[in-house]
């Protein structure tokens, strides 16, 4: 749990690395690759499966699948391998953002156990742990997350199994959400408008009177904080309530980002103190907290969301994932002609350390004169 976020500063001469003061893999990812790999090394000539994608990373995951383990959904829930294909023998494992209880449900009935395979993140299952004590509480839960992201998924199924639970993917929307709770909307245009994602029989006019916010847990912390900050007030200023009763008709929920999530995007805001000429950001296109990292440096610098070094074709050319249009686009001249070139770097939480060790390799053999590695890491003897 660092305190100083202030980067590190690789001073390779003609090229000058500030590496996030934390970035890359996550205790809950190394947990879940760790287990994956070894049911694979425990269960020989088993037949093991994966609910979706071990995390967002399609390295880890070309890795698990050159060990036979196939996965059953993609990202977005569309299923790949039949259920009824599974037998008893099977081994299933369930991904580090956890799963619906449906499904756990389906593999159980299907006499297939989820415990011994289950590597959802203990951070995931804090979100669900708290939406549960608020439910108890009867607040309604709503969940900040992308609609069809597995951990908002996962997290719906769990909170919506103990109380009316509606999500809400970006600032916008909820202040549509808002527009039910002051009665600016009626509650025939919810069902259209908030379409798959409320639990059933919903009901916006009653079901809004008290209410809690939850996250998914990669999240970007101020706009998680703008969302919960921004209903509370609606509460406040509807029900004629103060900070000192506010909780009776908004629960408090604050911590439900997790801490590698706060870490990665507080070491991205140190670094952009600095004065870098760019930053590139390593990790998967489909990582929901690669993307914030991206959207964080964005707002300062030229920024370079890149999921490998082999997207780093040339010192004059740089193929990047555009998150916003979901297009891979080739950029042209994205290294300023001055010296030292000044790049930050920083990675997801379900990126392995070596592609960050790639692209900086790869940057560092555009330029001559480059300390080599040895005498840098002298340095920091
Ligand atoms: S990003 Fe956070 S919640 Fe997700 S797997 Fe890592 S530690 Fe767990």
């Known amino acids: 749990m660092k305190k100083d976020f202030t980067p590190t500063l690789l001073d390779l001469g003609p090229l000058q690395i500030y590496l996030a003061r934390h970035f890359g893999f996550c205790y809950g990812v190394e947990n879940a690759i760790e287990i994956a790999f070894r049911t694979v090394d425990e269960n020989p000539g088993k037949r093991i499966f994966l609910l979706s994608e071990m995390i967002h990373n399609p390295q880890v995951n070309a890795d698990l699948q050159s060990h036979g383990v196939q996965f059953m959904q993609d990202n977005y829930g569309k299923q790949l391998i039949s259920f009824d294909e599974l037998t008893a023998d099977d081994i299933v494992i369930i991904p580090a953002f956890g799963t619906t209880l449906e499904l756990e449900k389906k593999l159980n009935d299907l006499g297939i156990q989820t415990e011994k395979y289950n590597t959802t993140c203990p951070f995931v299952e804090k979100v669900w742990n708290r939406s549960e004590q608020i439910a108890k509480k009867n607040y309604t839960i709503i969940i900040h997350g992308k609609p069809k992201h597995e951990e908002t998924r996962a997290t719906f199924s769990h909170a919506s199994a103990n109380a009316p639970s509606v999500v809400v993917k970006d600032m916008q929307q909820t202040i549509e959400l808002s527009k039910y709770i002051t009665g600016e909307k009626s509650s025939e245009q919810f069902s259209e408008e908030f379409k798959g994602q409320y639990s059933e029989n919903f009901d916006p006019a009653k079901d809004l009177e008290r209410i809690g916010v939850v996250n998914q847990t990669t999240m970007l912390a101020s706009d998680t904080q703008a969302i919960a900050d921004y209903l509370k007030q609606v509460m406040i200023e509807k029900y004629k309530l103060t900070t000192a009763n506010v909780d009776e008709r908004f629960a408090d929920t604050r911590d439900t980002l997790c801490y590698a999530t706060l870490e990665n995007q507080q070491a991205v805001s140190g670094m952009l103190e600095s004065d870098a000429d760019l930053a590139i950001v390593v990790g998967g296109y489909n990582s ?94």
């Open 288 to 381: 929901s907290n690669t993307s914030h990292l991206v959207e964080l440096c964005e707002e300062k610098l030229p920024t370079y969301f890149i999921s490998s070094e082999e997207k780093i074709i040339s010192v004059k050319e740089i193929l990047n994932y555009n998150f916003h249009t979901k297009k891979e686009i080739l950029t042209s001249d994205y290294l300023p002609n001055k010296k030292p070139v000044k790049v930050l770097i920083t990675s997801g939480a379900s990126c392995p350390d070596a592609l960050v060790e790639g692209v900086i390799k790869k940057l560092a053999a555009f330029s001559s004169n480059i300390i080599n590695s040895e005498d840098l890491i002298k340095r920091f003897e």
